[in-house]
């Protein structure tokens, strides 16, 4: 298995952009978690689905991030509009079952100017 | 206050030195993990626990449930072990995110 596929991994933009990040978790795995890490506030959950529906979104900072799931190979996490301080890696993670080992992706490094 | 503390923040150490890391957490918990980040940014599981010990090669992981404390030890450790080291908690109550530590950065000089 490829593991959890994010993209991009690098992504600049300007302030006021739309964003939007992709995540492929891994085959057979029903829980999918987005992360995101600064400097300051280390990881932090925004949200993570169950069998592809929202469960927790309380990490969601404001109403300019939202995050889909269409299917169970699919999820984006979207910013509109970008602010610079949305700058930060984001990472999605996916694990089979309600408790067990987290697989995450490469992150996606994002700055917006 | 941080519901899951580190310990040390940093950390330099000789290659072949014991390294051992702590975690307290404040809450109730259903699951323990140990994460490892290398520099370049990815993330690997290393360990989940939630009773007693696990050990995988050179690392071990222990928990004691009634303290809310764990460890995490590196044997003979070499350089390639420097990276930062993440404690992470499931909070009881089945499927859910972890709350995270704010890592420890561990550096092995050859």
């Known amino acids: 298995d490829a593991g959890v596929i994010q993209s991009p991994r690098h992504e600049v933009t300007e302030m006021g952009q739309e964003v939007t990040l992709r995540c492929k978790p891994i085959?057979?795995?029903?829980?999918l978690f987005w992360y995101r890490q600064t400097m300051m506030r280390g990881l932090e959950l925004l949200i993570y689905?169950?069998?592809?529906?929202?469960?927790?979104d309380s990490g969601m900072p404001e109403d300019r991030f939202s995050a889909k799931m269409p299917n169970a190979s699919f999820s984006t996490l979207k910013i509109q509009p970008s602010e610079p301080r949305d700058s930060a890696v984001y990472f999605c993670?996916?694990?089979?079952?309600?408790?067990?080992?987290?697989?995450f992706g490469s992150g996606t490094q994002l700055s917006v100017l | 206050k941080n519901e899951v503390e580190q310990s040390p923040q940093n950390l330099t150490a000789q290659e072949g030195e014991f390294i051992t890391i702590n975690c307290s957490y404040s809450?109730?918990?259903?699951?323990l993990h140990w994460l490892q980040q290398h520099p370049g940014g990815g993330i690997v599981s290393l360990f989940m626990?939630?009773?007693g010990k696990k050990k995988h090669g050179r690392l071990i992981a222990t928990i004691n449930i009634q303290e809310k404390h764990s460890s995490l030890h590196i044997t003979a450790s070499h350089p390639r072990d420097s990276a930062v080291y993440i404690c992470?908690?499931?909070?009881?109550?089945?499927?859910?995110?972890?709350?995270f530590g704010k890592g420890t950065h561990l550096i092995i000089q050859p």
């Open positions: 993670a996916s694990r089979q079952g309600e408790i067990g080992k987290l697989f």
């Open positions: 085959s057979g795995h029903n829980s």
């Open positions: 689905f169950n069998n592809n529906v929202p469960i927790d």
């Open positions: 809450v109730g918990i259903s699951a």
């Open positions: 626990l939630s009773s």
């Open positions: 992470a908690v499931n909070p009881g109550g089945g499927a859910d995110g972890l709350t």
